[in-house]
């Protein structure tokens, strides 16, 4: 609006000028009346003039003061879009350091995850390896302790039964048959005594510990006078669940104190 104002001025002032040198180039007429015939006409198209120019100059100026809005709400919306975009690096910023303190937060509670992880599966094997342990020593112990309770003659073959026992731990031993079956697997100890009466008609004794039907040791007895002899021995079997063990007496015709005649067994 200043320079508007400023330009009009200006623009009067030329026209003065301008009449001014006009007035002075134009011959002189000494009449009077066409003299001011003229200057009037001058001033007609002067003011003619002027109107066109004040109106060329007021569209000007309204187009002027439109642009002027135009720029003042062009500026406006700069500074509007420049504080969006100062606000949107500020939360880009923040976002960008939430972010990162997420992931470190994130890599670090997986790394304490990982470490737990791993920690919880050692401590589970050694748990593991405990309970293991501890079932192995604390698995039933499996043992056993008979002798015979009377005496008897035996015959070929025959199953000696221990039938008076003082130990039975893990209820593998039948006192009825005189078979022990293995109640779980493992190394086992057997120890066999056997009182017998000798003669010169029975010099010669035989028993034997069978494992299931195979005769894994014997105690042998020749003796031919009239004494009692002890045959007694110790063996040790590696036995899986349901096999059985026995004492069985050959030749016949023997006579097996009870009382001196024992059978016992463990597992390691």
Request: hydrophobic share 40%.
């Amino acid at each position: 609006m200043y320079l508007c104002k400023r330009v009009r001025k200006l623009f009067v002032i030329f026209l003065v000028i301008e009449y001014s040198l006009c007035d002075v180039k134009e011959p002189r007429c000494y009449n009077w009346f066409d003299n001011e015939e003229k200057m009037l006409e001058k001033i007609v198209k002067t003011d003619s003039k002027m109107e066109e120019i004040l109106g060329k100059l007021e569209v000007l100026e309204n187009r002027q003061t439109y642009v002027e809005t135009e720029m003042d709400n062009s500026v406006k919306k700069i500074h509007g879009l420049r504080t969006k975009h100062d606000d949107l690096e500020t939360e880009l910023d923040n976002s960008k350091a939430v972010l990162e303190r997420f992931e470190n937060m994130t890599k670090s509670g997986f790394d304490r995850l990982d470490q737990s992880i791993k920690m919880n599966d050692r401590r589970f094997d050694a748990i593991f390896t405990n309970i293991t342990v501890s079932e192995s020593k604390l698995q039933a112990p499996v043992a056993i302790f008979a002798r015979v309770s009377s005496a008897f003659i035996s015959s070929i073959g025959q199953t000696l039964v221990f039938d008076d026992v003082f130990t039975d731990v893990g209820g593998g031993y039948n006192p009825g048959t005189g078979v022990f079956n293995a109640p779980v697997d493992g190394l086992y100890v057997f120890s066999i005594t056997v009182m017998v009466q000798m003669s010169s008609s029975a010099a010669i004794a035989l028993f034997v510990l069978k494992k299931n039907d195979d005769a894994v040791m014997w105690l042998y007895v020749n003796e031919n006078y009239t004494v009692t002899e002890m045959a007694s021995g110790t063996g040790l079997l590696s036995l899986k669940v349901g096999d059985t063990v026995r004492v069985t007496s050959d030749p016949s015709g023997r006579h097996i104190y009870g009382s001196y005649t024992f059978f016992s067994g463990f597992k390691l």
